[in-house]
């Protein structure tokens, strides 16, 4: 990958900091915020459906879904780390033959891949640059549902991106948080087809789901 975003997920998002996520998720299961994101879905209804899971991490989502009633998933992650170990633990619950695993930039592989009844994005937004890019080319994708969880709009975010941002920059690593606009995201799933049927906060998190018009 080119990218050099993508570069710095790779370096930040690597194998150490996979196994203490998905340490976290076996013992608590997924984040508030992620929880949150699935209940919306279940209620909108995935039974039945595809999904396609962006910068999906350790793979909560995917073997949430699987099990209430999705009958596959498409896992596109920019981390060779935590495709290998959502893959693993996909195999480990007996979904493995369900899921279909891809490393990569998205925007870069968009095109190759399917559209799905239900996409998701949980925390990936503030790990991309081109917000247009990944939302546009993601939403595109999305059938019925397209699920969300992205920073809130306020000085939080940004300071705490600013924050974040010194480090890597000391750190030397190209990777970076960044505190786009809800009503840049917004406006480009408004274009792309979808209305928000649901949206509620969680700390610094926003969770929204969209449904195609």
């Not at 998002?13 to 996979?18: L, M, P, V």
């Not at 948080?177 to 209305?195: C, M, N, P, T, Y």
Request: overall charge positive; some cysteine.
């Amino acid at each position: 990958m080119n990218c050099c975003q993508c570069q710095g997920i790779e370096g930040f998002f690597n194998q150490r900091e996979a196994a203490r996520e998905l340490k976290a998720y076996q013992r608590k299961g997924p984040a508030r915020s992620t929880r949150i994101l699935l209940d919306a879905l279940r209620r909108a209804g995935i039974e039945g459906g595809t999904l396609l899971d962006i910068g999906g991490g350790v793979g909560a989502i995917q073997l949430d879904l699987l099990g209430a009633g999705a009958v596959s998933a498409t896992d596109v992650d920019a981390s060779t780390a935590y495709i290998a170990t959502a893959r693993e633990e996909g195999a480990r619950r007996g979904y493995g033959d369900r899921v279909s695993y891809l490393h990569g930039n998205f925007v870069d592989v968009a095109e190759t891949i399917e559209p799905a009844d239900i996409v998701t994005l949980d925390r990936v937004i503030c790990c991309y640059h081109d917000m247009r890019g990944l939302v546009g080319a993601s939403a595109a994708k999305a059938r019925r549902l397209y699920g969300v969880v992205y920073p809130r709009d306020g000085w939080v975010a940004k300071v705490f991106a600013s924050g974040a941002n010194i480090l890597f920059r000391l750190q030397r690593n190209p990777f970076r948080i960044f505190a786009h606009r809800s009503s840049d995201v917004e406006a480009v799933l408004h274009e792309a087809g979808l209305k928000r049927s649901f949206r509620r906060n969680a700390g610094v998190w926003q969770i929204a789901v969209y449904a195609r018009a």
